[in-house]
């Protein structure tokens, strides 16, 4: 009698303590902030790490890298920031909002120009210059003052002398995720977007995609940084040398990304 008295006396401490700890995310949720290119990539990566890692929950939120930026000056609770660029994990660092490693890279990303298949361009042929085709009425961009894909595929357009007879096409998203929504709703019919973006299956079936050669525009050099008020610095760790490692890596690749 006694023992059992013991016994219940046990269990209702861990529901009393353990529970809720657990359910408050205080000890094996990790809350990742990451640019919209890793839309789609990281939910795989998401699933790989949680398999091997059963006690821990990945809560991912996607944004433009500048306006996630922003969220982490202003306060925002997230363990890492998986950013498109490296210039922007380089502002969290100056800020003083960086753990003491600083950021990594974890990717090389590549901007692809998509087109609807049933224009029937030949991109290979063609390239940008097959923007210019009437039939093409909208052009997706991400925006660039927060999405460096944006900041690029204007770069891009500049360097071969298009932006200005194409920004009355041009049409703007918040971010590259929204972009891609742009192309798959109709609502434009061509875009520079994410290698990763156009490597979707939905997006393959709807149109043809051709990668911006590296002399056009280098590949976007993606790093990431922990964050210094993270209560998860252990596990931030963790995901962070499971997403360079040959796994994460692996992943990576099968979404579009070279290794950085």
């Not at 401490?13 to 902030?33: E, H, M, R, S, T």
């Not at 890492?80 to 003491?100: C, H, K, M, V, Y």
């Not at 002399?215 to 790093?223: A, F, G, K």
Request: charged share 20%; aromatic share 6%; net charge positive.
């Amino acid at each position: 009698m006694q023992r059992r008295a013991i016994l219940v006396l046990l269990l209702g401490c861990g529901l009393a303590f353990g529970v809720p700890l657990v359910a408050q995310g205080k000890v094996n949720a990790l809350a990742i902030a990451a640019a919209g290119d890793l839309r789609g990539t990281l939910e795989d990566v998401k699933a790989a790490f949680e398999s091997r890692n059963p006690s821990t929950r990945l809560d991912l939120s996607f944004g433009a890298s500048g306006s996630l930026t922003a969220q982490i000056q202003q306060g925002a609770p997230f363990d890492i920031f998986l950013s498109a660029d490296t210039g922007f994990p380089e502002q969290i660092r100056q800020a003083g909002l960086a753990s003491q490693e600083g950021p990594f890279a974890y990717a090389n990303g590549f901007l692809t120009l998509w087109v609807r298949r049933d224009l029937g361009l030949d991109l290979g042929k063609v390239g940008l210059r097959g923007l210019l085709d009437p039939r093409i009425k909208r052009l997706a961009l991400a925006s660039a003052k927060v999405a460096p894909y944006g900041r690029v595929a204007e770069s891009a357009l500049a360097k071969v002398q298009l932006l200005e007879a194409l920004r009355p096409k041009i049409v703007y998203g918040d971010n590259v995720a929204q972009a891609a929504q742009f192309l798959q709703s109709g609502a434009a019919e061509a875009g520079l977007i994410p290698q990763s973006q156009a490597r979707h299956p939905v997006m393959e079936s709807m149109g043809v995609s051709w990668r911006v050669p590296e002399e056009i525009v280098p590949p976007l050099r993606q790093s990431g940084v922990i964050l210094a008020r993270s209560h998860a610095q252990g596990l931030a760790r963790k995901f962070r040398d499971f997403l360079l490692g040959k796994e994460g890596q692996t992943i990576l690749a099968r979404h579009g990304f070279g290794r950085s």
